[in-house]
């Protein structure tokens, strides 16, 4: 395998300021996944970094036929790509085979949500140029980095989805999508499949993972969102119904009106984001107030117009840069702790009352550094190493405190954090699946989830080959 060792490295794309599609060059068609004649037997890599442990897995072979050594057992949405999951050092890869054209333009579409903070995968590279030990051209293949302790909606729960946490799925997805067209991104393809989801303080946080369709604007129109929003319904619609079919949700969920819900879930979230409010001039207060309110779902106000009428009577006010991250932002700030939003806030209000339980004049800084070594890190090294990969740790420092909170309310008295530590571990985490390395070891009921899924990726890929013959994107 020593000619395919020999690799062309390329730096990424700069052209940040592209808009719409990643434009088509004549070398990059749908039709001709073939590597020039130049640089056949040696692979053409596009990566922000040189990892040279890409140059250690079998591109010589079509994905489909890789060994099972080389891939790790993570369940595959539906998509009419073939996609596999593999070892890359002490993490793993996602691997899709696609036309050079979409594999470029999705690596570039993620490169750029990066840079904005939108919560995505990591690209990794593009890798074309691949041919068989005979010769044979091989497609090009777009490599991301998985998440880690991020799971499909599927894998959630290895029984069966219950209604709310459908409902907290959806919500997780429709502020993903606000995100998004914040800042212009049109998707084209928002589903329940496309996105992963990581635990958030009793919520989730949605990640988006598919970024083939995609195409950045400075501004979305209101026709432009409305038809994600409308995408959004129908596919959600479409996988809550085949989630019924296979008895992983409760039989009383109507899949049709769960996914109706996103509709009012972005909806009253844009609105509070985006609106103008107009008051009365003796209620300037209110202007705190709207401030306060985009704080508490985790956005800052860098920017806001405040304009008055002719007559002087009445403000209005229309916050101009929205930016999500809050809590996070300010848990990062003090602490250096990087986190969710949700879990950023939970850890934030215990943050604050460890301050005024013990010193309120301290200054804030010192006091975070104070909770940290006194409170946060205590918990973290109390997790014995056969269960650190149950949750993540903001996720398991969470779970204490509110364990403390119920095990005082219960008691009716203070419980010391070492009391409340031990009780967690015997008779919460213990019983927690691992979910850093359940996709990796699937037990008995995700195998069986993983077999819907495989079924289900077979079908589609047949019916989308049937509709789009020759289609790239």
């Known amino acids: 395998m020593s000619e395919y060792n020999e690799a062309q490295w390329h730096d990424e794309p700069t ?19 073939s590597p020039p004649a130049s640089v056949i037997g040696s692979l053409n890599i596009t990566a922000a970094a040189a990892d040279p442990e890409l140059l250690d897995l079998p591109w010589h072979i079509a994905l489909e036929d890789w060994p099972a050594d080389n891939l790790a057992a993570l369940p595959r949405g ?35 949500l990066a840079r904005l903070d939108v919560p995505c995968v990591e690209p990794v590279a593009v890798i074309t140029g691949r041919t068989t030990v005979d010769g044979r051209p091989l497609n090009p293949v777009l490599v991301t980095r998985h998440l880690k302790f991020s ?18 799925l959806i919500d997780a997805q429709a502020l993903l999508l606000v995100r998004l067209h914040l800042i212009g991104f049109y998707w084209g393809d928002v589903s329940l499949s496309n996105t992963l989801f990581r635990r958030d303080a009793g919520a989730f946080a949605a990640y988006l ?57 972005y909806r009253r979230l844009w609105t509070e984001l985006t609106e103008k409010e107009s008051f009365e001039l003796g209620e300037r207060w209110r202007v705190g107030a709207r401030i306060r309110r985009l704080n508490e779902l985790g956005f800052d ?96 420092v969470h779970e204490v405190l509110e364990h403390r909170w119920y095990m005082s309310q219960k008691q009716d008295r203070y419980v010391p954090l070492a009391e409340t530590v031990q009780s967690y571990l015997d008779t ?22 993983l077999e819907v899924e495989v079924e289900e990726s077979g079908r589609y890929d047949d019916e989308a080959e049937e509709e789009y013959p020759d289609s790239d994107d």
């Open 15 to 33: 052209d940040y300021g592209q808009i719409g599609k990643l434009p088509r060059t004549s070398s990059a068609s749908g039709q001709d996944t």
């Open 78 to 112: 539906i998509s009419r790509h073939i996609v596999r999951f593999a070892h890359l050092g002490g993490s793993v890869i996602a691997i899709k085979e696609t036309s050079e054209h979409v594999a470029r333009h999705e690596y570039h579409m993620l490169r750029k």
């Open 151 to 168: 799971m499909p909606y599927r894998a959630l729960f290895s029984q069966m989805l219950r209604k709310d946490t459908l409902t907290r």
């Open 209 to 265: 993972v598919d970024a083939e369709t995609g195409e950045l604007y400075p501004d979305l129109s209101m026709g432009q969102r409305e038809y994600d929003l409308e995408i959004a319904r129908v596919n959600i619609a479409g996988e809550l119904m085949d989630l019924l079919d296979g008895g992983l949700i409760e039989e009383k969920v109507d899949p049709v009106a769960t996914s109706e819900l996103i509709m009012g879930s």
């Open 301 to 396: 106000v860098g920017e806001y117009a405040i304009k008055t009428t002719a007559d002087g009577s009445t403000i209005q006010l229309q916050p101009k840069v929205v930016d999500a991250g809050h809590h996070q932002r300010r848990l990062l700030r003090l602490t250096g702790l990087d986190a969710q939003e949700n879990q950023a806030r939970r850890l934030l209000n215990d943050m604050d009352q460890f301050r005024a339980d013990n010193n309120p004049d301290l200054d804030e800084e010192i006091s975070a550094h104070a909770w940290v070594s006194q409170i946060f890190e205590p918990i973290v090294r109390s997790i014995p190493r056969h269960l650190a990969g149950k949750l993540e740790p903001a996720e398991v």
């Open 428 to 449: 919460v985490l213990q019983h927690r699946r691992d979910e850093a390395a359940i996709m990796l070891n699937p037990d008995t009921e995700m195998l069986k989830i």
